[in-house]
C-alpha cells in the first residue's frame, strides 16, 4: 500500500502543443481574447496562496511527468495562453452527470481500472462498488458525487487512449475545460496537477461544500426557458420578498434558455412561484445539497484556500478555461485563486461555450458521465460537433 500512496498516478498527457521555454511565456502578451463582453473579475481581491515547490521535466513512452522550479514559474505570465485558438477540445462534466453503473466499462482497461484503485487508497472506500453498484442516494451525495465524476471522467479518458485513432485524437487536443467540478479534471488532464493531488483538492472541496450546505438552508432551481437578462428580473422580484439571509442570484449561466438560480430556500421557493408569471416554461429544483455558487459557499473557501496552497500546481501545457471569468489562466498562483473563489462565483458557461465556437472549435469530445455538455453545445449552436466518450 505505502508503494502505491508514495507514487503518484500520472495520466499519460501528450507534451506541451505549444512547445515555448518559459522564459518565451513571460513575454506573451496580456491582452484579452474573448471577443463576447464579459463583466471583469478583479483576482486581486482573491486571497493569496503560496508557490508551488519546485521539480524537473521527466518523459517515458507512455507519461509525461510535468514540473516548473520556483524560479521559472515566477517567470510565467499569466496571459500565455490569451489569444489561444481552439480547434479540439475535451470537455468534462460538473455535478449532476453521475449515474449507476458509470466507470464499470472503464474496469476492462488497465489504465484505466488503475485509476479507481488509486482512489481508494485517497478516499479510504472503494469507489467503484459506490459507482456501479450505489445505492444512488449514496452515489448522488455531494462529498461522493464530486470523486466518483472526477476519477470516472479521466478514465474516461485512458478508454479513448486504447480505441483505434485515440492516441492520435487525445494528442490533438489543445484546449480543455469542465463545468464547475470538472475544472478540476481539466486541470489535471492538462498537466497543472498529478491525479492524486486533484483526487485530494476534490474530495476536500465536496466536503467543504456539504459542510457549507449544511450551515445554511438554501437550494437551487433550473429556470427553463428565459434568456438571462429575464431571469435576473425575477431574481430581482425574488428578492424583495425575503430577507437577506433568503436572497437568490443566478449562479450558473449553462446556455439560453437554461439557467440556475441559488440561494436561500424560501427565496428558491418564491422565484418558483413566480416563474410562470415571467413565462418561464419550467422550473427544476435540482438534487444538489446547496446553493453552490453563491456566497452561502463562503465556509467553504479558507477550506480550499489552505489546501490549494499546500498544493503544488503547475502551469497548464493546454489552455484551460476558467468557470470564473471564462478565460484560460496560464500563472499556478492565479489558478490557485481562481479555484478557491469559484464555489462562490457564478459559472460562466454560456460565455465560454460562445467563445471556444466563436473562436473557431471544430471538434468537442465530452468525457464522462451523461451527455449534458453536449446538450449544451448544441443549444448554443445546433452544428457544434460533441463526442461523448463514456466508462
Known amino acids: 500500500m505505502r508503494s502505491l500512496l508514495h507514487q503518484p498516478a500520472i495520466l499519460r498527457i501528450p507534451l506541451p502543443v505549444h512547445s515555448l521555454n518559459l522564459r518565451t511565456m513571460a513575454t506573451a502578451s496580456s491582452s484579452s481574447s474573448s471577443s463576447l463582453l464579459f463583466p471583469s473579475v478583479s483576482l486581486n481581491k482573491l486571497s493569496s496562496s503560496r508557490n508551488a515547490s519546485s521539480l524537473g521535466f521527466s518523459v517515458t513512452r ?27 477540445a475535451f470537455l468534462f462534466p460538473g455535478q449532476g452527470a453521475q449515474a449507476i453503473g458509470m466507470g464499470k466499462e472503464a474496469q476492462s482497461v488497465a489504465a484505466a481500472a488503475d485509476l479507481y484503485t488509486k482512489a481508494n487508497h485517497i478516499l479510504g472506500y472503494d469507489l467503484i462498488d459506490i459507482c456501479v453498484n ?5 452515489l448522488d451525495s455531494t462529498v461522493i458525487s464530486q470523486p ?4 470516472t471522467s479521466l478514465a474516461a479518458v485512458e478508454l479513448l487512449r486504447v480505441r483505434e485513432g485515440g492516441e492520435q485524437i487525445i494528442n490533438s487536443v489543445d484546449v480543455t475545460c469542465g463545468l464547475s467540478l470538472g475544472e478540476y479534471t481539466a486541470l489535471a488532464f492538462a498537466g497543472a496537477f498529478s491525479f492524486e493531488d486533484g483526487l485530494k483538492l476534490v474530495k476536500l472541496r465536496g466536503e467543504a461544500m456539504q459542510a457549507a450546505a449544511d450551515a445554511a ?10 434568456d438571462s437578462e429575464k431571469v435576473q428580473q425575477l431574481c430581482d422580484a425574488a428578492n424583495q420578498e425575503v430577507d437577506e439571509a ?9 446556455c439560453p434558455g437554461n439557467y440556475a438560480v441559488s440561494g436561500g430556500l424560501k427565496g428558491i421557493e418564491v422565484v418558483e ?25 463562503e465556509p467553504a473557501v479558507s477550506r480550499l484556500e489552505a489546501a490549494l496552497a499546500a498544493t503544488e500546481i503547475r502551469s497548464p501545457r493546454i489552455p484551460v478555461i476558467s468557470n470564473v471569468d471564462a478565460q484560460p489562466h496560464a500563472d499556478p498562483d492565479t489558478i490557485k485563486k481562481i479555484l478557491a473563489r469559484q464555489v462562490t462565483s457564478p459559472v460562466q458557461w454560456e460565455t465560454t461555450v460562445k467563445t471556444l465556437l466563436s473562436k473557431g ?8 458521465p451523461g451527455k449534458v455538455i453536449a446538450g449544451i453545445f448544441k443549444r448554443v449552436d445546433k452544428s457544434a460537433s460533441v463526442e461523448n466518450i463514456n466508462a
Open 361 to 368: 472549435l471544430k471538434s468537442s469530445y465530452e468525457l464522462g
Open 273 to 297: 412561484a413566480k416563474a410562470k408569471s415571467f413565462k418561464a416554461r419550467m422550473t427544476v429544483r435540482l438534487a444538489v445539497a446547496g446553493a453552490f455558487h453563491t456566497s452561502f459557499m
Open 217 to 226: 438552508k438554501s437550494a437551487m432551481v433550473s429556470i427553463i426557458g428565459l
Open 246 to 254: 433568503d436572497k437568490v442570484q443566478i449562479a450558473n449561466y449553462l
Open 134 to 138: 450505489g445505492p444512488k442516494e449514496k
Open 148 to 151: 466518483a465524476i472526477y476519477v
Open 62 to 88: 507512455s507519461r509525461v511527468s510535468m514540473s516548473l522550479s520556483t524560479e521559472s514559474q515566477t517567470a510565467i505570465n499569466d496571459s500565455l495562453f490569451a489569444h489561444y485558438k481552439p480547434s479540439s
